[in-house]
């Protein structure tokens, strides 16, 4: 805990952490210290762990980096929280993050934006950019995001370490502030994939407070094996031919393809048609959802009311336009077009059933192949500043990882050897519903 509270003040100018909780972390240490010599202490006894600022954690604030919840405290635990304390884990602090989770560089924030180390001129992805980042820079051992369409995954891959994106359904969301109840999911953000499984082992499974959670048994995932037998492995050729794709990602791609079959594994190219349709209906949705979730932020429930309110309407109007950032709004007002009468059936409806396509393609796919293996992000992590000229540039990032989150199925960024610039590259593996265990096995083939 020294070491990481150390780190955490020598890095602070990175911004990955909105609080820090120092005395408590100091005081759970002291007290594993004492009660580690009994042998009554968990499974994550001595594990400092980072969560991301939307994930409650009782008596301590939680504030999805907006104005709307600054100041606002949890008046429960997550049962992602809750699971991770059972077993002694320590918990260092909250993360700074896209707020709401909306965005991909984590310059949505409205504590400001997080710095990657790799160069600090560049974004760390977002959402979940603090909790990278603070893995990234050794603040601590591992840190808890949540993944709607990539934020795990992408920021992992900017800064170099391991994200797992869970199965829609296999970890709680009881407790994490919704963006895309969908589609969002918490997972781990690691520096092995060993940690990735430890964690994920301890956090899924069924939940009373999330009829979403699924039943499905939770697999020892922590008990690796190297992977046994050849794997058949599928990557996408619209991937590889895709515009934006820079030469470097596309290289390590194409290298790591050449290395998995010199070693016996079939991988083949599978065309996925559906490749230009994955960004315009993920966000449709999200923002559709999205619209309906921050209905509650209304001045009056929770957190920010505007001083200059006057009357109802005036409190909700005032507290919700001070208090939502420009991205925020910009998802509201989309969402609310996209589900109002005249529109609904033109893009909401649609999306939906463009949703299903993309799931029945993708799961066809991944029942004659073991695995799907595309690049985390189509570059490198980008400069600061980038997206305040186009935001619809930043949507474009999430290409490859939105597929994975339309189907609900599990996918993990692993980091591959930097660029000639110095920056992490990351490569992605998805795998079909609740197989888990076989995506980590695999998974130790590359990290
Ligand atoms: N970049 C995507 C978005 O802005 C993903 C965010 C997320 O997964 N929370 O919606």
Redesign the pocket.
Known sequence: VTQYLHNIKQYAHLKAFNEVFEQEAIQKAEELDERIVTGTTGRLAGMVIAIKDNICYKGHQVTASSKILENFTSIFSSTVVERLLAEDAIIIGRCNC?EF????ANENSYFGPVKNMADESRVPG??SGGSAVAVQAGMCHAAIG??????IR?PASFCGVVGLKPTYGRVSRHGIIA?ASSFDQPGPITQSVEDAALLLEIMAGADDYDSTASREPVAAYSNLQPSSGKKKIAYLQEVLDSEGLDAEVKATLLKTIEDLKADGHTVEPVSFEYLDYVVPTYYIL?MAEASSNLARYDGVHYGYRSPNAVDLVTTYKRSRSEGFGTEVKRRIMLGTFVLSAGYYDAYYAKAQKVRRLIKERTDEILKEFDFILTPTAPEPAFKIGRQDIDPIVT?L??IFTVQASLAGIPAISLPMENNSAGLPLGLQLTTKAFNEAELLNFATYFV
């Open positions: 896209d989770a909306m965005g991909g977002g959402s949540t993944d709607t369409g990539g934020s992408q963006y999200t949507y990032e999430d």
